[in-house]
């Protein structure tokens, strides 16, 4: 990797560097249990909350122009529980969910010490760039959380710019921040949809899908240019990059020189 090859890698976080969904599923538990125990709530009661808020999730708009992240997640614990066991509306109890989630959700988010020493050994080759999608309060709370920030040389959190991915200016955007050409950067993460689409939007060099499952994609997905089941095989792939642009550029020098003669 250098003067012809790759200058940037840019990360996606959430189930990407961090496993976002196995914190998840810890904290559904540590809530599942606290309404259990402390609010005698049966267990399909407790179960029945959890699932309309992950649902919730799923769909969420969030506009933050309008309301904070904190009263929107509350509001979808409140009606959660609400349409589960009916009666009056109990903010307080919504509350108390919503930041035991929070809470243990984060305390899980951790940054694995075989992924830290590949972006260490990464980035004495190239510049590494974090790009995550969601609410800044969110993302950036979970940044902090997992302590990534010394591994990259630039974060960029997709609400706190005018688009996100997939959109194209996203990635030009980094290319800047960087000092680099699309053209010279590399795109890994697991979505399809956003990480991959976007960096096919934007021209970049090479997109690296993480399909941990190995699960084969819908027929009408983006087809990224390479697929690893662990991001502890990208220094791999990024080595097979290399040699492409190296041994193209051979063939053109040996063209250029017959040419020549």
Same mark, same amino acid.
């Given at each position: ?174 290319? %800047? !921040?960087?000092? *680099? ?6 795109? #890994?993460?697991?979505? +399809?949809? &956003? $990480?991959?689409?976007? /960096? ?32 502890? %095989? !990208?220094?791999? *792939? ?6 492409? #642009?190296?041994?193209? +550029?051979? &063939? $053109?020098?040996?063209? /250029? ?5």
């Amino acid at each position: 990797m250098g003067v012809h090859g790759v200058k940037a890698v840019f990360f996606d976080l959430d189930n990407t560097l961090v496993d976002t969904a196995a914190a998840g599923r810890r904290a559904i538990e540590e809530v599942v249990n606290a309404l259990r125990s402390k609010h005698h709530c049966g267990e399909g009661e407790a179960r029945g909350i959890c699932d309309k808020v992950q649902a919730k999730l799923l769909k969420e708009c969030h506009d933050p122009a309008k309301t904070c992240i904190t009263d929107l997640r509350i509001s979808h614990w409140e009606e959660a529980i609400q349409e589960t066991i009916g009666g009056e509306a109990n903010r307080s109890l919504a509350a108390e969910c919503y930041f035991l989630w929070k809470a243990t959700r984060l305390r899980h988010l951790t940054l694995a010490e075989d992924t830290r020493g590949m972006l260490t050994e990464l980035r004495k080759a190239v510049r590494l760039l974090l790009l995550t999608n969601g609410d800044r309060q969110t993302q950036r709370e979970k940044i902090e959380a997992c302590a990534c920030q010394p591994y990259f040389d630039a974060i960029v959190v997709g609400g706190e710019q005018k688009e996100e991915k997939p959109a194209p200016s996203i990635f030009h955007y980094c290319c %800047d !921040l960087l000092g *680099v050409q699309p053209a010279e950067c590399v795109m #890994v993460g697991d979505s +399809l949809d &956003t $990480d991959i689409q976007g /960096g096919l939007n934007a021209g970049l060099r090479a997109t690296v899908w993480l399909n941990k499952s190995m699960a084969a994609p819908a027929d009408a997905s983006p087809v990224p240019h390479y697929v690893i089941s662990s991001v502890l %095989d !990208l220094p791999a *792939v990024l080595q097979k990059i290399e040699h492409k #642009v190296n041994a193209k +550029l051979g &063939t $053109d020098r040996a063209v /250029g020189g017959t040419e020549a003669r």
